[in-house]
């Protein structure tokens, strides 16, 4: 698949990039592109010595849809509803960003009745997002009970959210300026009679099938080991990086609408290994629980949404806009030449930095680890891949 | 450490820097051939300390390239966007993946989305892009008569 040139020096020797990939008696193996561990179309070229892993070569772009490039010729207005389609699992996260990203630059002040639906619908999409993780993973180990668990409360938020926004997962809500129309009626019984105490009942049963289960945790203690500085210098962020004892929740150093006036914990863990990683997203969906309880009787009436002109117009500078979604931050960086449309935007995806240490994290570990350590990162591949 | 402080630091350890305000945080304007050398400071430097690189990307201003790094750092909570300007026909720029390891990806995409090429890269290869392809699709004048929809 090389071209010649891209393999030599100019003294035909193989450029040591090359060299280093392979050696003669190396054994290689593919996961993917079409693989249930990897969630997606990811694809793992993973050299092997014996059972040891040698190295990880990821191998992106299955599903790479340039949406950077296809920002270019969107308004500002258009673009939010790509970002649904990057992680899907965070849409609402994802809005938020570019939502807050616009605002910020028009300095367009919005209700608080938009803040706190926001912020609720943030942590419902949170709850989800780690529901699914949590029974894909335990899938991933062998263990098939856990998904049913998980997608029975998962529905729930499903229906609430197609009450509302139209849609189960690419829900395009927020638009620049507050949401795009008030919640459905029911919305507030929904949430706080019927799904959140469902959720408090359940949770128990999920402590007693996986977290407390000898077997998942004979296959996720000290598997994956993700050092403290290592989590920083690979760039990672979210759950992953806090299982390493990294303080990284946006959410507490930068808030953004509402969230310094509600109380919740950063949940920190310090081992850095499968299980630390685990524990973080379990522990995170209490605390999203205690967010939503604090807020979602207490939305304010008022407007849904700030007053904005019908084409939006970004003043010409560079902006930059992260928030916490399920995997970590997010980042998304706009220049703007003063138009209609970005000049140039970057989406700083939290999988594509976190994927980039699944190499370092296996290396010298056996390959049945590999499976638990990248279902613990909570790859989504649409996200890497951008 | 505000703007005024990190300037004085930053001068201190590279006299030739330029600084540019306005954005949310501090724009630093380095040569990309003095980039290495003041990148190992910025982390090693006990009172800056840059330890997180969370951003790395290009930008196509169509006469020349600037590379663009957000860095912040976990222990002062301190940013600056350092940016390299770089020629358009030959982009050559220090790798700084030994500093922070994230960039060895985020490096491999700017390379085959804008061309830039980074000296002394462990991987220098195609990541998302198959290893065949001609062009480099984040820049400006890319032109695709298949697969590119224009609005």
Not at chain 1, 64 to 71: A, G, P, V
Not at chain 1, 306 to 313: H, I, N, S
Not at chain 1, 355 to 378: E, F, P, Q, W, Y
Not at chain 2, 73 to 83: A, E, G, L
Request: charge should be negative.
């Amino acid at each position: 698949m090389y071209h010649i040139n891209e393999l030599l020096n100019s003294d035909n020797t193989l450029k040591p990039s090359f060299v280093a990939m392979k050696e003669s008696d190396d054994y290689t193996i593919n996961i993917g592109p079409q693989h249930p561990a990897t969630h997606g179309v990811l694809h793992l070229v993973i050299t092997l010595n014996g059972e040891t892993i040698k190295k990880v070569d990821p191998d992106l772009g299955f599903i790479h849809r340039s949406i950077e490039k296809m920002c270019e010729s969107l308004s500002y207005r258009q673009y939010i509803y790509v970002t649904s389609r990057m992680d899907y699992l965070s849409s609402h996260i994802n809005n938020h960003a570019c939502a807050l990203l616009v605002e910020k630059a028009l300095q367009v002040e919005v209700p608080e009745r938009a803040q706190y639906i926001r912020v609720i619908m943030d942590e419902l999409t949170r709850i989800a997002s780690h529901l699914l993780w949590w029974g894909a993973m335990a899938m991933d180990m062998g263990a098939f009970t856990p998904y049913f668990y998980a997608f029975r409360e998962r529905e729930l938020l499903t229906e609430i959210m197609e009450d509302t926004c139209g849609a189960r997962l690419t829900m395009n809500y927020m638009v620049p300026g507050g949401v795009m129309h008030d919640p459905h009626e029911t919305f507030v019984h929904r949430v706080s009679k019927e799904f959140l105490p469902l959720l408090k009942s359940k949770l128990h049963e999920y402590e007693e099938l996986v977290t407390g289960n000898i077997i998942f945790q004979n296959r996720v203690n000290g598997v994956g080991l993700l050092t403290y500085e290592d989590a920083i210098s690979y760039g990672c962020s979210g759950p992953t990086a806090r299982a390493s004892g990294v303080h990284c929740d946006i959410r507490k150093l930068y808030p953004y609408d509402v969230y310094n006036k509600v109380q919740f914990e950063e949940v920190i863990e310090t081992a850095g290994d499968s299980m630390a990683r685990y524990m973080v997203r379990m522990n995170e969906i209490k605390q999203s629980i205690s967010i939503i309880e604090q807020l979602i009787n207490n939305i304010p009436e008022g407007d849904f949404q700030a007053k904005t002109k019908a084409v939006l117009k970004l003043p010409k500078g560079e902006f930059y806009q992260r928030v916490e979604t399920a995997r970590g931050e997010l980042g998304v960086f706009v220049v703007s030449e003063g138009g209609t449309t970005p000049y140039r935007i970057k989406f700083r995806s939290p999988g594509f930095s976190n994927l980039s240490c699944l190499d370092h994290i296996t290396k010298g570990s056996k390959i049945g680890d590999l499976v638990a350590s990248m279902g613990t990162l909570d790859l989504v591949i649409p996200d890497i891949d951008r | 450490m505000d703007n005024e402080a990190l300037k004085i630091q930053l001068t201190e350890l590279l006299p030739s820097v330029t600084f540019e305000e306005g954005g949310e945080w501090l724009n630093v304007n380095v040569d990309p051939n003095d980039w290495k050398p003041f990148a190992v400071k910025l982390k090693a430097s006990a009172e800056l300390y840059f330890d997180y690189l969370f951003c790395l990307t290009c930008v196509d201003w169509k006469t020349h390239l600037t590379m663009v790094y957000h860095l912040s750092s976990t222990k002062h909570r301190h940013t600056i966007v350092v940016k390299c300007k770089l020629d358009r026909t030959t982009p050559v720029v220090e790798t700084v993946c030994d500093i922070w390891r994230t960039a060895e990806f985020h490096e491999r995409e700017v390379f085959e989305m804008f061309g830039v090429e980074f000296k002394n890269h462990p991987d220098l290869r195609k990541l998302i892009l198959p290893a065949d392809w001609v062009g480099f699709p984040l820049r400006k004048d890319y032109e695709d008569p298949i697969n590119m929809i224009k609005l």
